[in-house]
């Protein structure tokens, strides 16, 4: 078993955090390639509240990979419930999150985390529609694309900040912002939440621009309708201090 952390008891720099529903299909090639990014130093945590083979593929991999660990995320209330509980349990003091389905690149992890590792931000978003972003066929349906730039622009209205894609499942944030934002929201709400209440605690948020491809495998959990109106409504209640 290779120790990545440098040595036993040592911790890691980073920790990245997949949140899995269901991805046995696509989980082992999202771990590899995220080891194949950082080879030593990252822990990478799969928190999984599904019911398929993922622990098996991520218990297997862990024989390789000495700082993957699988987490259990019993009585599992939706993606925000499953980030909260891999940051309870994260030892790095820069966190990121990425999506088991590979439709956001592994590769990029690096660009997502240098503006805080070079103490320019203190929470940065992948943002699949800035400057420099790919969008590949397949990645970003048009019904989707257009929801998810009219809630970013509602939300940069009503805090002043320009943010261009609030929604995408690829962030980074300090483990000190992490507190401060203190994630309440168990649905898909929390993307949101993390970059609107780290600017209402003056925390730096930068945009990053990534690629985006088409899902590799898995099913999506997004009701397009019932989530995005859940959004703009919690969108409103995080500015008024409401949750």
Not at 11 to 35: H, K, M, S, W, Y
Not at 132 to 138: D, N, V
Not at 192 to 215: M, Q, Y
Request: contains cysteine; charged residues 25%.
């Amino acid at each position: 078993m290779s120790d990545q952390a440098g040595g036993p008891g040592s911790r890691p720099r980073l920790t990245v955090i997949v949140a899995a529903f269901n991805e046995q299909d696509t989980i082992g090639n999202c771990v590899r390639q995220i080891f194949e990014v950082y080879p030593e130093g990252c822990e990478l945590l799969v928190v999984d509240g599904g019911t398929d083979n993922t622990q098996q593929v991520v218990e297997e991999l862990a024989g390789t990979f000495g700082l993957l660990r699988y987490v259990r995320n019993h009585d599992d209330r939706g993606k925000g419930h499953a980030i909260r509980t891999g940051i309870a349990e994260a030892r790095g003091d820069v966190m990121a999150q990425i999506d088991a389905d590979l439709q956001f690149l592994p590769s990029d992890l690096p660009a997502l985390v240098a503006p805080i590792e070079e103490g320019q931000a203190d929470v940065t978003l992948g943002t699949r529609f800035a400057a420099g972003s790919i969008r590949r066929a397949g990645s970003t349906p048009t019904f989707r694309r257009w929801g998810n730039k009219f809630a970013s622009f509602y939300a940069s209205l009503l805090y002043w900040h320009r943010m261009t894609d609030v929604q995408a499942g690829m962030k980074a944030w300090t483990r000190q912002a992490a507190e401060l934002i203190d994630i309440k929201s168990d649905n898909y709400s929390y993307e949101v939440e993390i970059p609107i209440k780290a600017l209402r605690k003056g925390l730096r948020v930068v945009d990053v621009p990534i690629t985006t491809d088409a899902r590799q495998g898995g099913e999506t959990c997004v009701n397009v309708v019932f989530d995005g109106i859940a959004l703009l409504r919690d969108i409103s209640c995080f500015r008024l201090g409401l949750k």
